[in-house]
């Protein structure tokens, strides 16, 4: 028994050592994070929107987190857009995937607002959906 828990810990060692990329770099996440353009600091409740470049024209939405970052799941091969905006930032326009700086081994992209003078309104895609879709079954009691 010992000695099967050893082979099979100097297998799997064996192919982490061995291995050409980062483990999960098979399964790419598509991880965006925002920070301030003049500080470098990540924002955390920046919205952040993603569409896909296109016959299918999906929109994904995300919020960032505590650390500056909104993961959409895996990349699924296709070309995407992404736009961020928060209060008191200017909103970002629509930069490919492709053309944001890469930061880590992960694969995640880097989006960078810069603050603005003036108070910015910022729409929350998901929260507006759920909104709209909560008053939508209130209704419908």
Not at 57 to 76: H, M, P, S, W
Not at 117 to 130: E, I, P
Request: aromatic share 4%; charged share 25%.
């Amino acid at each position: 028994m010992a000695r099967s828990l050893l082979c099979l810990m100097t297998l799997v060692l064996g192919i982490a050592i061995l291995s050409p990329g980062p483990l999960g770099a098979s399964n790419p996440q598509m991880r965006i994070l925002v920070v301030d353009q003049d500080s470098g600091s990540s924002l955390e409740q920046v919205a952040v929107t993603r569409r896909s470049i296109g016959a299918s024209a999906e929109v994904k939405f995300r919020t960032t987190d505590g650390g500056g970052i909104a993961n959409f799941g895996r990349l699924a091969g296709q070309d995407f857009e992404i736009a961020a905006c928060r209060p008191d930032y200017v909103p970002s326009d629509w930069k490919r995937w492709s053309e944001l700086t890469e930061v880590d081994p992960v694969g995640t992209r880097v989006l960078k607002l810069k603050r603005s003078t003036t108070r910015q309104s910022c729409t929350y895609g998901d929260r507006s959906l759920r909104r709209r879709t909560g008053s939508t079954t209130a209704r419908s009691r």
